[in-house]
């Protein structure tokens, strides 16, 4: 096993050892298959770049999650204002509500603006929304789906009391372990490649 | 075979045990999709075969499962690893008696098992539904036996390298060993709750995994060099492969049960690990279709060609759907739905059932040393085993979201049913299309093996594919 360190992007294996692989590399008859030394093509190394990036940014909680209930409660306890109560058109009425819980600002923002409403939702969900505000719940824990207000289907971890957590995490160990288990693969496959001899060698296949 | 079994290991002709592996796995391929149909028709017409326990569904479906993945998939491998392996390490089986007598074991052993499976008798767990008794003699009396074979031969092989095929078989037999040993603990152990659950699933994604995924892509590996007498695109890529699967297949179990009360980390890992599933599909692909540049005109000539190339073609959508259907923000719509039974289909009758197909079309002719009985009816079972399979995946996954769309939008259970009824009567001429083509792809070997051309010493069978 010669080792190399001086160009590791080349080559991890001393000139005696390169030798000797091209050798058999080109004297050696696998059952008459034959095999090429070429590199991974550049398109295909920036997919693979591509699949890692999107295997973290696809699993974390970002896209196409149900509405939680939380991010319409402002516009819930706005529907009896008399102002909105004024405005005929039921249009009217949400873009009011909207713009004025957008002036207020709201941690929501970004959701709402995900997730639009029509007057006739929010009057379904009215009543519900604030049954579960009655009762002290959190209301991130809850999503809509249809007409109804439901309790998310997350489980998560336990609370100290003993009720399961029903908010999905943007980010828990699992993905820590996942970042240094993909830097470990990408080390382990990096070493056994650049063991074999470099790419630009080109097998004869000689004796086939 | 009774001949066989007590001969000198020197007496008995090299590729015997292949022999034997291959039309047992075509038997039990027909025997596999036959109940399928008929348990398609069950689902198709609910009046189809009724009053009888031993008929119902709910005792035929993990027959139907077992006696594919058990006996056409795995027979297939065992058939492809018995003349493969020797045949890159330049030598012989390492015991050709050895091998006769697991394709003997195998074979009852298979037969037993399904038959409790039949009669009801049942660890209930899906995938792993074999008791644990059963389990133990696959384990020691047909695994290990062929694990044996294949080590002893790669170690006793005349070459100094080790072609990429034999990695992948020599780890798969050995991980399916495991996976068996570790996924079937909730039986030995007694685990019940979600360490049972958790277990379950665990080996049964890992039998596609660690079994069939890598040792599938291992017959295309050989295939499709042999045939095209190309060299492999990259001795590099096979490692970026070797390694992905193996590190990357073996951690996602915990995706298959993304709604269960498991630690929220350990879904989390799972799913990324999920995605990264398309790292060793890509290099497969790429490797596979870079080494048929300049042969591209076998893909419609030459019937393994075709068979492997359709194979890893369908790797792509296995895995695009694999990646993807177990993150959080797709799970909670197909789980539980048609989609899976559509996505199953895809990995087993779709890309590996035709990596498979080619393996056995070839490795009969060659060992025989007879040529195809027919070309025309090999051309009719291609056509009829991937039409066939487009119509069930395609009717299935549209089932798959209408029972997710009922399911999330609360609808009543039987108006899903209503709704789903045309793709089930199409499930079931898909499948019987797949089963018809069976019956015929038996009829051509049978006769390949009886009456087919003798090819003549220094010649290969895909050479003379065309000749008269």
């Known amino acids: ?116 409403v029509e007057w006739d939702d929010l009057m379904l969900i009215k009543d519900q929304v604030i049954e579960l505000e009655r009762k002290g719940v959190d209301l991130e824990e809850y999503t809509i789906i249809g007409p109804w207000v439901t309790l998310a289907n997350f489980e998560g971890e336990k609370k100290p009391d003993g009720s399961t957590i029903r908010k999905q995490p943007h980010w828990d160990k699992g993905y820590t372990i996942d970042v240094f288990y993909v830097i470990y693969f990408c080390v382990a496959v990096v070493i056994a490649v650049k063991r074999l001899p470099e790419f630009s060698w080109v097998p004869t296949h000689a004796g086939h | 075979m009774l001949k066989y079994l007590f001969a000198k290991n020197e007496d008995i002709p090299p590729g015997t045990t292949a022999i034997f592996f291959g039309f047992s796995s075509i038997i039990w391929f027909v025997i596999g999709t036959g109940i399928g149909s008929f348990n398609a028709a069950k689902l198709a017409f609910p009046d189809f075969v009724t009053g009888y326990e031993y008929f119902a569904f709910g005792k035929m479906r993990q027959v139907h499962v077992l006696a594919v993945i058990l006996g056409w998939i795995s027979m297939a491998f065992a058939m492809a690893m018995t003349y493969i392996t020797p045949a890159l390490g330049n030598t012989r089986l390492w015991s050709e008696k050895l091998g006769v007598w697991n394709v003997l074991i195998w074979n009852v052993g298979l037969s037993l098992a399904l038959t409790l499976l039949w009669m009801g008798i049942s660890s209930g767990r899906e995938y792993s539904d074999i008791i644990w008794p059963i389990d133990l003699a696959i384990i020691f009396g047909v695994l290990f036996p062929l694990g044996a074979n294949v080590w002893m031969t790669i170690v006793t092989r005349r070459t100094q390298g080790i072609y990429t095929t034999n990695w992948f078989f020599g780890t798969g037999i050995f991980m399916v060993i495991i996976v068996f040993l570790v996924g079937n603990s909730p039986e030995f152990f007694n685990l019940t709750g979600l360490s049972e659950a958790y277990m379950t699933w665990w080996f049964a994604h890992n039998v596609l995994g660690l079994w069939i995924t890598p040792v599938a892509a291992a017959i295309a590996y050989y295939t499709v060099p042999k045939v095209t007498g190309n060299p492999l695109y990259s001795h590099r890529i096979g490692h970026l492969h070797f390694w992905s699967v193996v590190i990357f297949y073996s951690t996602p179990a915990a995706h298959h049960l993304m709604s269960a009360p498991l630690p929220e980390w350990l879904k989390s890992f799972a799913s990324v690990e999920g995605v990264l599933i398309l790292v060793p599909a890509i290099a497969f692909v790429s490797n596979l279709l870079l080494t048929m540049t300049g042969k591209w005109h076998m893909f419609v000539e030459n019937v393994e060609i075709k068979f492997t190339i359709t194979g890893v073609l369908l790797a792509i959508p296995l895995n695009m759907q694999g990646g993807f259907q177990q993150t959080r923000a797709i799970n909670w719509y197909i789980h539980g739905t048609g989609w899976i039974v559509a996505h199953a289909h895809l990995a087993l009758l779709g890309f590996s059932t035709f990596l498979e197909g080619a393996a056995v079309y070839y490795g009969i002719q060659t060992l025989l040393r007879r040529k195809l009985y027919s070309l025309t009816l090999a051309n009719f079972h291609f056509w009829f085993l991937l039409i066939g399979f487009c119509t069930y995946w395609i009717s299935m996954t549209i089932a798959g979201l209408i029972q997710g769309a009922g399911k999330i939008y609360e609808v009543p259970y039987i108006d899903v049913v209503i709704a789903e009824h045309p793709y089930m009567i199409a499930r079931w001429v898909g499948g019987t299309m797949v089963f018809t083509g069976n019956v015929v792809w038996l009829y051509n070997m049978w006769m390949t093996a009886r009456v087919g051309t003798e090819i003549p010493v220094g010649r290969l069978p895909h050479e003379l594919a065309y000749e008269r």
């Open chain 1, 1 to 116: 096993m010669g080792w190399r360190f001086d160009a590791p992007l080349v080559s991890l294996t001393d000139d005696a050892q390169n030798k000797a692989a091209k050798e058999l590399w080109a004297r050696e008859s696998l059952g008459g298959i034959k095999e090429d030394n070429n590199r991974l093509p550049r398109p295909v190394i920036w997919l693979l770049a591509l699949t890692i990036l999107t295997a973290f940014l696809i699993t974390a909680p970002l896209w196409g999650q149900r509405p939680q209930a939380a991010i319409y409660q402002e516009y819930v306890a706005l529907m009896d204002d008399p102002q909105v109560q004024s405005i005929a058109d039921p249009n009217g009425k949400v873009e009011y509500i909207v713009n004025a819980v957008k002036s207020k600002g709201s941690k929501y923002e970004a959701l709402q603006e995900r997730h639009p």
